[in-house]
């Protein structure tokens, strides 16, 4: 079983910084997909940004210029840099990833969601 676990959420003033971490632990094979969704009070989760094995990444267009995401292979984590933040970041953050896992001698790929952290911009 693959676990995610995301910190850094916090109530931070508009136009303040946050760093999101998220950690993949359990039977890891590797890691393909990671990315950053939120979700809003009464909306729908959205994607914020997301990153490959390869290296390709894309972000929403409210974020371009702002949010920097990364991760580290060898630890098997993800980061999110939020910089230049509004009151319309705030939100959940959650932490997704397709993982190549062992089961036995199958090796599958499960999409995984952390619980989420919160991030809250005032003004």
């Known amino acids: 079983q693959v676990q995610l676990v995301e910190a850094g959420g916090d109530l931070v003033q508009a136009g303040g910084s946050l760093r999101l971490s998220c950690v993949a632990s359990?039977?890891?094979?590797?890691?393909?997909?990671m990315g950053w969704y939120r979700q809003a009070p009464g909306k729908q989760r959205e994607l914020v940004a997301v990153?490959?094995?390869?290296?390709?990444?894309n972000y929403a267009d409210s974020v371009k210029g702002r949010f920097t995401i990364t991760r580290d292979n060898a630890k098997n984590m993800g980061y999110l840099q939020m910089n230049s933040l509004k009151v319309e970041d705030t939100g959940v953050y959650y932490c997704?990833?397709?993982?190549?896992?062992?089961?036995?001698?199958?090796?599958?790929?499960?999409?995984?969601w952390g619980q989420g952290t919160p991030v809250t911009v005032s003004s």
């Open positions: 990153i490959r094995r390869g290296g390709s990444i």
């Open positions: 359990g039977s890891i094979s590797s890691i393909n997909r």
């Open positions: 997704n990833a397709d993982i190549a896992t062992l089961s036995g001698d199958i090796l599958k790929i499960v999409e995984v």
